[in-house]
């Protein structure tokens, strides 16, 4: 069965602070494309990142980096230098299939992240 | 370059009513798919429409259906309306054209409140 956990359901730094976000995934395909979304009070996912499962580089954007690892099943995501504008819900999510296809995504519970000043 | 647009914004109804909710998908995307996120909650996966047929379904009655129009744009409808029913509805585009699952884009979605 594909499940995705995010296991910090509220988080509350101070601006400035950097913050991991967590999350777990489960999956028996050896294909797979794992993401991340933001999703502001507005409503709308934003998408973030999309890393296939042959894939294990990390990667940096910004004050955003992300750590893929398959030996955990883990694909944390970093803010450094959090800011205010960074409040938001963070949604990891799964999707499984190969090249051409389009999986649905199968999303975690996501975390509320709340950034003070 | 417009993003994904869908309508109403909100909308409600009361137990038993029909619905139909509407998407339009991201300029260059052909597969629409739809997603219903109660409070708190990650969204979940309904359907993906893709050259105007259902292509994959999630775990939900078929008091949900759907359509797609030869533009791309879609429709949810949604029967029979329960409580729990009462949810934000996500449309997200994507398309084929391109190798490996590219990411779907969202929508703001549509609060649907049933009383």
């Known amino acids: 069965a594909q499940k995705v956990t995010q296991a910090q359901t509220e988080i509350s730094v101070v601006e400035k602070e950097d913050v991991t976000l967590d999350c777990v995934y489960e999956?028996?395909?050896?294909?797979?494309?794992l993401f991340w979304y933001k999703q502001p009070p507005s409503g709308e996912l934003v998408f973030l990142i999309r890393?296939?499962?042959?894939?294990?580089q990390n990667e940096i954007s910004g004050r955003y980096s992300w750590n893929f690892q398959k030996s955990t099943s883990s694909f944390n995501f970093t803010i450094t230098a959090s800011q205010v504008v960074d409040s938001a819900v963070y949604f990891c999510?799964?999707?499984?299939?190969?090249?051409?296809?389009?999986?649905?995504?199968?999303f975690g519970k996501g975390t509320k992240l709340s950034v003070k000043p | 370059d417009a993003g994904v647009t869908q309508s109403p914004t909100h909308l409600i109804k009361t137990r038993g009513q029909q619905v139909t909710l509407r998407c339009s998908p991201k300029?260059?995307?052909?597969?629409v798919s739809w997603y219903q996120q109660a409070l708190g909650q990650g969204p979940q996966f309904i359907f993906q429409?893709?050259?105007?047929?259902?292509?994959q379904r999630g775990n939900f009655p078929d008091r949900f259906s759907g359509h797609q129009f030869p533009n791309y744009s879609s429709e949810l409808n949604v029967n029979a309306l329960l409580l729990g029913d009462s949810a934000l509805y996500l449309c997200?585009?994507?398309?084929?054209?391109?190798?490996?699952?590219?990411?779907?884009?969202f929508g703001d979605g549509t609060r649907l409140s049933i009383l």
């Open positions: 999510a799964l999707s499984e299939g190969n090249g051409g296809s389009q999986g649905n995504l199968i």
């Open positions: 999956t028996r395909d050896t294909t797979y494309y």
């Open positions: 429409y893709y050259e105007e047929e259902e292509r």
């Open positions: 997200a585009s994507s398309t084929k054209r391109l190798r490996g699952n590219q990411p779907q884009h």
């Open positions: 300029s260059g995307h052909d597969t």
């Open positions: 890393r296939n499962s042959f894939d294990e």
